[in-house]
C-alpha cells in the first residue's frame, strides 16, 4: 500500500514539474475574451489570433477565434488557458470606415483569471 501512495505521489510531482507553472499554453482555467476596437468602438468583424508564451509579434500562431456578439459586444474567447503571456493579434474589417483594421498586443494571465482584452486595432497592414 505505501508503494502505491509513493508511486503516486512522484506522479503528480512529475505532473506539476513537467507542466509548469509559467509556461503559457491550454490546460488550465484562465479565460481570455478579447474585444477589437478602433478610434473606441468595437469591430464586430475581426478574428482573433493568439501565441503562447510570448509578448513578441510571432511569425504563426497557436490559435484563433472570430469574434461573436455576446451582449451587444463582440468578443472571441480563448479557455482554459495557463498563466503566461500571451499575444493578441486582430484582423477585421470596420464597416462604418469601409477598411481593414488590425493591430496586436501582449498581455499577461494568472492563475483563474477571467479576462476582457480590448485589442486596439488601426487601418492598414
Do not use: W
Request: with cysteine.
Amino acid at each position: 500500500m505505501f508503494m502505491y501512495r509513493t508511486l503516486f505521489a512522484v506522479f503528480i510531482i512529475a505532473s506539476f514539474a513537467s507542466t509548469g507553472c509559467n509556461d503559457a499554453g491550454v490546460s488550465y482555467l484562465a479565460k481570455l475574451r478579447v474585444t477589437p476596437q478602433h478610434h473606441g468602438r468595437s469591430i464586430s468583424d475581426c478574428m482573433i489570433f493568439i501565441k503562447y508564451g510570448t509578448k513578441d509579434m510571432p511569425s504563426s500562431f497557436d490559435d484563433s477565434a472570430k469574434c461573436i456578439m455576446q451582449s451587444g459586444v463582440p468578443i472571441a474567447t480563448f479557455v482554459n488557458l495557463r498563466p503566461g503571456s500571451y499575444y493578441i493579434y486582430g484582423r477585421g474589417f470596420d464597416d462604418q470606415q469601409a477598411e481593414t483594421v488590425t493591430g496586436g498586443a501582449a498581455t499577461n494571465l494568472y492563475i483563474a483569471d477571467d479576462v476582457l482584452f480590448k485589442l486596439p486595432v488601426t487601418e492598414g497592414d
